[in-house]
């Protein structure tokens, strides 16, 4: 009896322990994210997001959870993203694909900032050099390339394998890299010049996967021949060699350099100690082949890729004791971060004058060593790859503005001014008193673009008439036109009137010339003279202008634009007309069109806008009138006079406050 009681006992034990086993591998899987086609993945270097590449798309996650943030619009890769990559602070994100391109993304917005093109394979391996300078991208054929992350340019390609390759790994700090496949050698580059380093010979198979130690000291391979190795960087030396049943599809460590994962042919993942290269760790409840992982750097949680699955699964892996990434202050690095306010401009001796109740406080915070912390008036707020943006609620009189920004070393540096918000309804400005400031640009002689007949002469008309018959003085006129209406010149003269223009001055503002409208970039665009056909760099965007219209502390500003595809400035807006409306602040436009080409009349004349515009000051009868009435006069008469449809409404965001601009006659 006795006996039985000890068998049954044993038996019972044994039950529990194959119960507690099978809960514990239940309990190892977290998460599941429906992923359908997921190619790649990976954790951002603060485990703070996420993301992973589905198809052609890429979502953002919230680390060790399955909340989405965003899916990155913008020019997403037309074809299959194949590998992806933060850079050392994660506000930087590198894609590869199947399209032949790498992407650059700024994190968590998931704006695209750059895209490089010019691969003639698909891109399997993408990586940033040390600080971020350089941009790598890997092709199948094995074929390198390292552009400028700033302007783009190709600084070095290389083309040193026969057959495609699969294996691309980078060190941590981005000063190497390796790349392996079908030619069995792993070859090993100085990232920032593209030097050939080391050659590294030892397989009898494909080399499928790279990985770097965390402290780069250790490289380890895997491939086709079962065969886990680890080389020293340095001398390519075999350190050791760990077997295995099946193919390896990737290999990583974790980011305490401890424990090396493996995703293996044979449904599991391996957690290999790198010191003893003992198993610490396997995850085989898996249906299919492991062909990727990636492990979090707080060491908690290690997501894996099955072939033929349909999601991404998140394992709990805190067992391994994994030791979290700190990284520790640079006490080289004793330079404080640098503060750009673009807006409000005009900050004189630390003071600005503004009339709005709410302030878009816009600016740039850069820092070698990466951002930590930035506060306005001791509150927390985000940055964003640098730009900052504030909606500032203002109170009358003085408002203390006190900007704090703190490095990962630090290193700490203030800005302090004082926004000083004036009366809204503007009960100083006296519109018959005021001063008009007159900007006009002209262009008939393009260099590349079509020549046109009248563009000069609208111009000169329109200055004519203001001077003659309305208070514009010839000392607040500036007139570009032809040969001086370049690029720089246009851009400059409009940023010179930031300065210039007094809070209760107006600006009317003239273009007469070529348009351009992009839709791939939803932006048009002013032509310059010297400007090539095709070529967007060369002209002035309406972002640019809007930007410095924004700046542009006047009471009334009234845009004017002449020329094709004109219309992308405005918003669908709609405004009324009040009284005493000049008092309050306007920012108004009238252009000659909608996303549409404009004529530009028979040589001689005036085109069908300008003369209308002429046509209504030089008749009007008033003492005094708001654009309004020359808007809606201009609207009506051109679209019954032509094929265009002029539209005039309040510009985009730039502090309009339901007012108009009033045009005074001159007193004989």
């Known amino acids: 009896m006795q006996y039985q009681r000890m068998m049954y006992k044993a038996y019972l034990l044994i039950v529990l322990l194959l119960i507690s086993c099978t809960l514990l591998a239940q309990e190892l899987k977290k998460i599941s994210i429906s992923a359908k086609g997921v190619t790649d993945m990976s954790f951002s270097p603060d485990n703070n997001y996420f993301i992973i590449a589905k198809g052609n798309i890429l979502q953002l996650y919230n680390a060790g959870n399955d909340t989405r943030i965003r899916e990155f619009n913008g020019l997403v890769h037309s074809k299959t993203i194949l590998d992806l990559a933060f850079n050392k602070n994660g506000n930087l ?21 750059s895209s ?10 993408v990586g940033f050099s040390e600080g971020d300078k350089l941009v790598i991208g890997i092709s199948e054929d094995g074929s390198v390339k390292a552009w400028d992350r700033e302007t783009g340019s190709v600084l070095y390609t290389k083309q040193d394998f026969q057959k495609n390759v699969r294996g691309f790994a980078i060190t941590k700090d981005g000063k190497y890299f390796a790349v392996g496949g079908g030619d069995k050698f792993i070859l090993i580059y100085e990232a920032a010049t593209g030097n050939l380093l080391k050659k590294i010979e030892g397989h009898k198979g494909w080399v499928r996967s790279l990985a770097f130690s965390p402290d780069g000291q250790t490289l380890v391979s895997g491939g086709d021949d079962k065969i886990i190795y680890l080389w020293e960087t340095q001398s390519g030396n075999k350190i050791k060699e760990i077997k295995q049943q099946g193919w390896i599809y990737k290999l990583e460590f974790s980011a305490d350099g401890k424990f090396l994962a493996a995703a293996l042919e044979k449904n599991a993942i391996h957690f290999y100690n790198v010191s003893n290269s003992i198993l610490s760790l396997k995850l085989d409840k898996m249906n299919f ?14 997501a894996s890729i099955e072939e033929f699955g349909n999601e991404v ?3 709990n892996i805190s067992s391994l004791n994994i030791t979290p990434v700190i990284n520790f202050k640079d006490t080289k690095d004793t330079s404080a971060p640098l503060i750009l306010v673009s807006n409000p401009a005009n900050i004189i001796d630390n003071k600005v004058v503004v ?17 930590r912390s930035f506060k306005i008036n001791n509150i927390e707020k985000p940055v964003k790859n640098g730009n900052f943006f504030i909606s500032l609620p203002l109170g009358m009189g003085e408002n203390y503005v006190n900007i704090e920004v703190t490095d990962v070393n630090d290193n700490i540096a203030l800005k302090k001014f004082i926004i000083v918000r004036k009366n809204m309804e503007g009960e100083e400005y006296v519109g018959a008193t005021a001063i008009n400031h007159l900007f006009v640009v002209s262009i008939n002689s393009y260099s590349y673009w079509p020549k046109l007949n009248n563009a000069v002469k609208d111009g000169n008309d329109l200055v004519s008439i203001l001077l003659s018959k309305y208070t514009f003085e010839f000392s607040n006129i500036t007139v570009i036109k032809d040969e001086q209406a370049t690029r720089t010149n246009i851009y400059n003269g409009l940023r010179s009137l930031i300065e210039k223009i007094g809070s209760k001055d107006n600006l009317v503002i ?22 090539n056909t095709n070529s967007t760099g060369e002209y002035v965007s309406n972002t640019d202008i809007l930007k410095i219209l924004n700046a542009i502390n006047s009471q009334h500003t009234f845009l004017i634009a002449d020329a094709c595809f004109s219309g992308a400035l405005f918003s669908d807006s709609r405004r009324g007309y009040t009284d005493q409306v000049e008092k309050f602040r306007s920012r108004w436009g009238l252009a000659s069109g909608r996303l549409e080409a404009v004529s530009d009349g028979a040589a001689g004349s005036n085109s069908p806008f300008a003369k209308r515009v002429i046509q209504f000051l030089n008749e009007n009868q008033q003492d005094k009138f708001a654009i309004s009435e020359l808007i809606q006069y201009v609207k009506t008469q051109v679209a019954e006079d032509s094929n265009q449809t002029p539209i005039g409404n309040p510009l985009k965001a730039l502090g309009d406050e339901g007012g108009e601009m009033v045009l005074y006659k001159k007193k004989n």
């Not at 009339?355 to 951002?371: A, F, P, Q």
């Open 510 to 531: 003239y273009f007469s010339g070529h348009g351009y409208f992009d839709p791939l970039l939803n932006e048009g665009y002013w032509i310059p003279k010297e400007a």
């Open 355 to 371: 009339y709005k109740d709410i302030l878009d406080l816009r600016g740039i915070v850069t820092d070698e060593s990466g951002v």
């Open 93 to 113: 994100l590198l894609s590869g694909g199947a399209d032949k391109q790498v992407k650059l993304w700024s994190v968590p917005d998931g704006k695209m900032l």
């Open 289 to 302: 082949a492991a062909m990727n992982l990636a492990i979090s750097n707080s060491g908690q949680e290690v």
């Open 313 to 315: 699964n998140l394992w």
């Open 116 to 125: 490089f093109t010019e691969n003639a394979h698909a891109v399997i391996g």
